[in-house]
């Protein structure tokens, strides 16, 4: 699973998300919260600098801020099984009940620029 479709469920920013995000598969255990904690295990992907790892964790705590409209869209979107049930009656009745309510959950929770 990508990065951002992780930080859209809200895990937690950490040291273990850091290093997964900066060296994909590589192997390493992290004993503890702290970076000291950090035994670097891969030979072919070389250890990021506690820096590095620091940097990392900012950068993706933005990008969960700025994620956090799908989020909250998604919590209030209806389920695509009602979605398609009001989709079906704007067809027969002539009506926009499906296009009024995604509107309202976009303007509720607007895209950051």
């Known amino acids: 699973m990508d990065i951002e479709k992780q ?5 937690r920013v950490d040291i273990p ?7 994909p ?3 390493w255990v992290c004993r503890g919260v ?3 904690g950090l035994e670097w295990l891969d030979q072919e992907q070389s250890q990021p600098s506690e820096q590095d790892v620091l940097d990392e964790i900012e950068r993706l705590g933005l990008l969960k801020e ?3 409209y799908r989020r909250d869209r998604k919590a209030e979107y209806l389920t695509i099984e009602e979605q398609l ?3 079906y009656w704007d067809g027969v009745n002539g009506t926009a009940t ?3 309510h995604i ?3 976009k303007a509720k929770h607007p895209k950051p620029e």
């Open 66 to 68: 700025n994620l956090k």
């Open 85 to 87: 049930d009001l989709l």
């Open 17 to 23: 998300f850091a290093l997964q995000s900066l060296r």
């Open 25 to 27: 598969g590589a192997q």
């Open 34 to 36: 702290a970076f000291s």
């Open 103 to 105: 509107a309202e959950v």
């Open 98 to 100: 499906w296009a009024d």
């Open 7 to 11: 930080l859209e469920m809200d895990v």
